[in-house]
């Protein structure tokens, strides 16, 4: 599926969920529109003495409720259309999770494989001088995405910190803890799917420990989702990564597979389990079926397939608009990624707070507060999904939506 599909298949769960709430029409066409599609040229001197220009953007899709709020990513498959998608997947996040901001997203087109850390820096720094017009502490708050992490969010602070001649932490969150970033960042994403999962259960009154689940992905959403899972003894029966999966029936042992994985950089060859088709471990018998690596990975291919009876999707996207109703017609009970994987921008909000303040909360009282927001939200979702008889993709979709034109009508048309 391309980045223009991606896009098409966001503007389908909009029209959709608008359909439904009866939107009036001039509210429709301002929450179609992005309020600022950017499109930035990146000098860069290489190590090599050749100045190379990467094309970069950033999209802030709606503003009306806060700052606008979301990652920036590196990778040679970075479009224009796929960056909107994204941005006004997190107008719907924060709305969903009902946190003061609205959806933005970035991205640089390379390749950080082939990048030294200095070209890396040194592509942020001059990105983000491109940027120093529309972010901002209270104009919008970048974050890690794919590729990027702490050490890209420091650089971008720091870039941001010399033009306005004083420290800014604020302007971004995802930072080192040294630079004002957040207890419970890292793992935020990981435990609020565990959070979700934890309510589903109890919806359907099911026992952790009995309870299978088969992740995709390995990276710092799936770890950490699979950490947390592990620890709370359900179990994790199957990974599945790129390069490889494993599988036991048993359950795996999460922390030794981290160890191993960290080690070894993969998880082929891991002792504790059988060598495993990461496609095939998608369509394995399990309780709860966990994507959390890219767009686009439950489609009409597979969705027939899936033997699970929970669907959590940790990923942004991970399902295609006609996949979706493949799993309708079949029952899968399905977390949407705007509610399941909303632990980080959760905790990102927290960590804007707390720069902001100058005060700064521990770890239980982090993971306290997004336990709250999760769980709350978690059934506003599923009372908005009864009360208009819908599922819950589309109650998430429909809550967030109404949150957000509620806020345009009240703030009405500056002319």
């Known amino acids: 599926m391309t980045a223009s599909q ?13 359909e439904r709430l009866g939107l009036d029409a001039g509210i429709h066409k301002r929450l179609v529109a992005c309020d600022r599609s950017l499109i930035v040229s990146v000098p860069t001197m290489m190590d090599d003495g050749q100045l190379h220009v990467f094309p970069g953007y950033r999209v802030q899709h709606n503003l009306t409720r806060g700052p606008g709020k979301g990652g920036i990513r590196y990778a040679p498959d970075v479009t224009l259309d796929e960056v909107r998608a994204m941005a006004s997947w997190m107008t719907w996040k924060c709305a969903v999770v009902n946190i003061p901001f609205g959806g933005a997203k970035g991205g640089v087109i390379c390749d950080p494989k082939t990048l030294s850390k200095g070209e890396l820096e040194r592509i942020t720094r001059r990105y983000t001088a491109e940027l120093l017009d529309v972010i901002g502490p209270q104009r919008d708050v970048p974050a890690p995405d794919i590729n990027t992490d702490e050490q890209v969010m420091a650089w971008i602070m720091d870039t941001y910190s010399m033009h306005v001649r004083h420290t800014e932490t604020a302007v971004v969150t995802g930072k080192p803890i040294e630079l004002g970033g957040s207890r419970g960042r890292l793992d935020a994403t990981g435990r609020g799917c565990m959070i979700v999962c934890d309510e589903a259960l109890k919806k359907f009154k099911m026992a952790r420990d009995r309870t299978r689940v088969i992740i995709q992905g390995f990276g710092n ?21 790129v390069d490889g999966g494993v599988y036991n029936e048993n359950g795996l042992d999460i922390i030794s597979l981290m160890e191993y994985r960290q080690k070894n950089r993969t998880i082929a060859g891991f002792p504790g389990g059988e060598a495993a088709d990461p496609k095939e471990l998608l369509t394995r018998e399990c309780d709860i079926l966990l994507p959390a690596a890219t767009e686009n990975q439950i489609t009409t291919h597979n969705a027939a397939k899936l033997k699970c009876r929970i669907l959590c999707e940790g990923a942004n996207g991970p399902t ?13 009970f399905v977390i949407p990624d705007i509610l399941a994987n909303a632990g980080g921008v959760t905790v990102s909000y927290f960590e ?56 345009v009508q009240m703030r009405g048309i500056y002319a």
């Open 221 to 241: 959403v799936g770890s950490q989702a699979a950490r947390h899972l592990y620890q709370e003894e359900y179990r994790v029966v199957g990974i599945a990564e």
């Open 6 to 18: 991606s896009l098409r298949n966001a503007l389908s769960q909009f029209e959709i969920a608008a």
């Open 352 to 407: 804007w707070v707390q720069d902001r303040q100058g005060f700064f909360w521990g770890l239980r009282e982090v993971r306290d507060r997004l336990d709250q927001v999760m769980r709350s939200s978690f059934h506003d979702v599923m009372s908005y999904a009864d009360e208009h008889h819908v599922r819950p993709r589309m109650a998430a979709y429909m809550l967030a939506i109404e949150r957000v034109a509620r806020a």
């Open 320 to 332: 295609t608009f006609a996949a979706d109703e493949i799993l309708e017609q079949r029952g899968i």
